[in-house]
């Protein structure tokens, strides 16, 4: 009598692996950001590579397994004998073409809008404090620590006033050194300029 355990062994831990790397992947786009504020940037770039190693490893497995769960199973049943691999191509593409991050960010952005905007009501009208502690342009305001969220690292938003147009930089990503990404409010509403807050943009 034929044993059959073996096939179903191996059909279960490649979907097991298949699914747990497509977690990992989801997890990690998601909350990216979240982390690198978390554990700071240096120790979140050093995790973000385990992390990766780790589902490097995990979605190589679940593809050794999809491939000998196929060989062996494809003579008696064609359709089950794809299943875990056609699993782990889906999760390869997906991997590849979502972006994660973006949506994230995207609905950070959405969801936040409201209370980032309440934030520059408050400095404007003088409700928060502002501190001139990078240059003359350019100065630091310490958000509220209920209100921290809105602005990643450490709480804190940068504020520009050239004597007609206000500019209010929130982070999402402040890194080490010139490194950083976030949103922008500005009172004209214009797209920001080179010389705003010493970046350089993307939309």
Not at 85 to 97: D, R, S
């Amino acid at each position: 009598m034929e044993n059959k355990e073996p096939y179903n062994a191996v059909f279960w831990c490649s979907i097991y692996f298949s699914v747990l790397s497509s977690v990992m992947i989801i997890g990690t786009g998601i909350f990216r950001w979240t982390l690198m504020d978390i554990f700071t940037p240096f120790l979140g770039s050093i995790l973000m590579l385990v992390i990766w190693g780790l589902v490097i490893i995990v979605l190589t497995t679940s593809i050794v397994l999809s491939l000998i769960f196929l060989v062996t199973t494809v003579r008696r049943n064609k359709f089950i004998a794809a299943i875990p691999l056609t699993i782990c191509l889906f999760v390869v593409l997906g991997a590849y073409f979502i972006p994660f991050t973006k949506l994230s960010v995207s609905y950070d952005f959405r969801t936040n809008i409201s209370k980032r905007v309440e934030i520059v009501e408050q400095i404007q009208t003088g409700q928060l404090k502002i501190t001139p502690t990078y240059g003359e342009n350019m100065s630091a305001v310490v958000l509220p620590s209920e209100k921290a969220y809105l602005s990643k690292g450490g709480g804190e938003v940068l504020y520009q006033n050239d004597g007609s147009t206000t500019s209010v930089f929130f982070f999402t990503f402040r890194g080490i050194l010139d490194n950083f990404s976030g949103f922008i409010y500005r009172s004209d509403e214009n797209e920001p300029f080179p010389t705003d807050f010493g970046g350089s943009y993307s939309k």
